[in-house]
């Protein structure tokens, strides 16, 4: 992606973790971190790549992808005021997933030093900021364990339903989220063998 420095920076979207931040914060905030404009089917992020920063989308549409079975599979598309790379953040780590850009998007990032920096001179701001990461990331926690719940349940279904066939990973009429890719490896739907322990209490 190229650094986007117009004579006007376009605002924030005071939506997702952005959403408690008043537009004096949203505009404080902008300064901390950089823009970046990219044009169509770029490729943003890279599965299994290293990643430090958090990306907001400001304009445009992003779509997400992963590997399964060889073969790039698409999960959803991002829309502006979405995020990626949260957990990343606070704690460096690997893209759990490949973003291209759909036609011209701009975002905006930032990475923990500038985070620190922005929560350093902007408290209440920053106190904002870090609520809407919090509730982003304890909604993905909460739909996580109920993927994780359903498909307990699906398993312990097949003990008397021996005739059911399993939804194979590689299904080629279905497009997964990453959540439903993340069931699907935890019941070892992959392999063909099971994954979850039955000793472990949901």
Not at 125 to 151: E, T, V, W
Not at 155 to 165: L, M, V
Request: proline content about 4%; overall charge negative; hydrophobic content about 35%.
């Amino acid at each position: 992606m190229a650094e986007y420095l117009p004579l006007q920076l376009p605002a924030l979207p005071p939506v997702g973790i952005l959403a408690y931040l008043s537009s004096k914060s949203l505009s404080d905030l902008g300064a901390y971190g950089k823009y970046e404009k990219a044009i169509d089917q770029e490729l943003l992020i890279q599965e299994g790549m290293p990643q430090t920063r958090l990306y907001i989308l400001v304009e445009g549409s992003l779509q997400i992808s992963g590997m399964s079975s060889g073969k790039e599979i698409p999960y959803c598309k991002i829309e502006p005021g979405e995020c990626l790379g949260e957990v990343c953040l606070f704690e460096a780590g690997y893209a759990s997933a490949t973003v291209r850009s759909i036609g011209e998007s701009i975002l905006w990032s930032l990475d923990i030093n500038e985070l620190i920096l922005y929560l350093t001179e902007h408290l209440g701001g920053g106190g904002a900021l870090l609520m809407g990461i919090a509730r982003c990331l304890s909604h993905r926690l909460r739909s996580a364990n109920q993927q994780i719940a359903a498909s307990h349940h699906s398993e312990s279904k097949e003990i008397f339903h021996t005739k059911t066939t399993p939804l194979r990973a590689d299904s080629p009429q279905i497009e997964r989220s990453f959540l439903e890719k993340l069931s699907l490896k935890l019941k070892g739907v992959e392999d063909g063998k099971s994954k979850i322990s039955k000793d472990i209490k949901l």
